[in-house]
C-alpha cells in the first residue's frame, strides 16, 4: 500500500496527524506510517497527536509480532519527547483484534 495525500492529512494549527489507511493494511502499510511519522517528528520541534480512521480499511493482513515490535521502536524511539494522544477508529471487532 503506497500511501497517498488522500490518506494522510497533517493539521498544523492543531498539530494533528490523521492517516486514513484504504484497501489492505498490511507491514508494508504499517512501515510506510511509521517511517513517515519518524520523518515528521525529526522535522518539528513540536509535538504532534495522531488518528488513525480504519474506515475504509477492506481487510488487515497483522501478526502480533510484528505489531508489538513496532510498538516497541515506536516507544524507545519516541522516549525522552513529549507526552503525545494517538488514537484509532475501528467499527468491528474484527479490526479491533
Known amino acids: 500500500m503506497k500511501l497517498s495525500p488522500a ?4 493539521h498544523e494549527d492543531v498539530r494533528l496527524l490523521m492517516w486514513r489507511p484504504r484497501g489492505l493494511l498490511n507491514e508494508a502499510a504499517l512501515e510506510q506510517i511509521v517511517t513517515l511519522i519518524g520523518d515528521l517528528e525529526a522535522s518539528s520541534e513540536i509535538p504532534f497527536n495522531r488518528f488513525t480512521d480504519t ?6 493482513d ?3 509480532r510484528h505489531v508489538f515490535h513496532v510498538a516497541r521502536f ?7 519527547r513529549p507526552p503525545v ?3 484509532i477508529l475501528v467499527t468491528s471487532l474484527t479490526l479491533a483484534h
Not at 7 to 10: A, G, V
Not at 74 to 80: E, I
Open 7 to 10: 490518506d494522510i492529512q497533517f
Open 55 to 60: 474506515t475504509a480499511a477492506d481487510a488487515i
Open 62 to 64: 497483522l501478526n502480533f
Open 74 to 80: 515506536r516507544r524507545l524511539s519516541y522516549a525522552g
Open 85 to 87: 494522544k494517538s488514537a
